[in-house]
């Protein structure tokens, strides 16, 4: 079965860290672009960090930017999203996203997500 399994979520007090994991089944997550978006409730889906699938180039959104940093680990074939500084506003579930298009196809695979939960 293809498919992303996220972990690592939790409850967290402000200030504190959180390392969410992206784990792939089924395929390899070679030259995929992966991407970390998070919603909160009543909110959209936001695209908050992403990791080029050739380059390794990183980009990630002004929320986030200086706190969060993602990584992969391609023997483990896994993705990684280290969150640190957080604040009550990142609580929302994230989910991991991987995205490939090669030979005239796209491939697009979506986690379950993980609760982060940034609270006293």
């Known amino acids: 079965q293809l498919q992303l399994v996220e972990s690592g979520g939790g409850l967290v007090q402000p200030g504190g860290s959180l390392r969410l994991s992206c784990a792939a089944s089924?395929?390899?997550?070679?030259?995929?672009?992966i991407s970390w978006f998070r919603q909160a409730p009543g909110k959209e889906r936001e695209g908050i960090s992403c990791?080029?699938?050739?380059?390794?180039?990183?980009n990630h959104a002004d929320s986030v930017k200086g706190r969060f940093s993602i990584s992969r680990d391609n023997p483990k074939n896994t993705v990684f999203l280290q969150m640190n500084s957080l604040k009550p506003e990142d609580t929302a579930v994230y989910y991991c996203?991987?995205?490939?298009?090669?030979?005239?196809?796209?491939?697009?695979?979506w986690g379950q997500g993980t609760q982060a939960t940034v609270s006293s």
């Open positions: 990791i080029n699938g050739s380059s390794g180039r990183t």
């Open positions: 996203n991987a995205d490939k298009t090669v030979g005239g196809g796209r491939y697009v695979y």
């Open positions: 089924g395929f390899s997550l070679d030259h995929y672009a």
